[in-house]
């Protein structure tokens, strides 16, 4: 995608869970300049306007997942950018399952102890660094599949 190399955001987001009380705690973007962590708290309310850079956003079941969690969250979003969500385009090739499986499948395995952690370990991760716990954050950045998402475009 060379033709949108530097207008191409990779998003991912992380949530404390699925239930009615759960909220969004970051949002992860990958782009041509490297990684951006939007952290509740911190910068996320900046995703919005920052969205407004890119032609094109490309997800992993942002569609039904992503995409709702941040209107929700944070409101309208730039509803002019194309989406690609990966998991439909790699679901019409016979690829089916969770990031990770997928990832698996096609070789792009992590192979670190990150490839191991679930949705579950990273509400912990969360929950830990809002208790203090100094490399929480750190850990849960690195969870999210902006690698994954990079290489299989």
Known sequence: MPDFENETAFLDIETTGLGSDS???????????GFKAYVRGDNL?????????????????GISFDVPWLRREL??????????????V?????????????QKTVGLDRGDDLSQLTGRDAVNLWNMAQNGEPNALKRLFATTPKTLLHSLV
């Open 45 to 61: 309310d900046q995703l919005v306007e920052d969205l407004h850079e890119y032609k094109l956003v490309v997800t992993f079941n």
């Open 90 to 102: 790699l679901r019409t090739v016979g690829l089916r399952g969770g990031l990770k499986k997928i």
């Open 75 to 88: 409101g309208p979003l730039r509803e002019n950018a194309a989406h690609v969500d990966l998991m439909h």
């Open 23 to 33: 909220y969004l705690t970051m949002c992860g973007i990958l782009d041509s300049s």
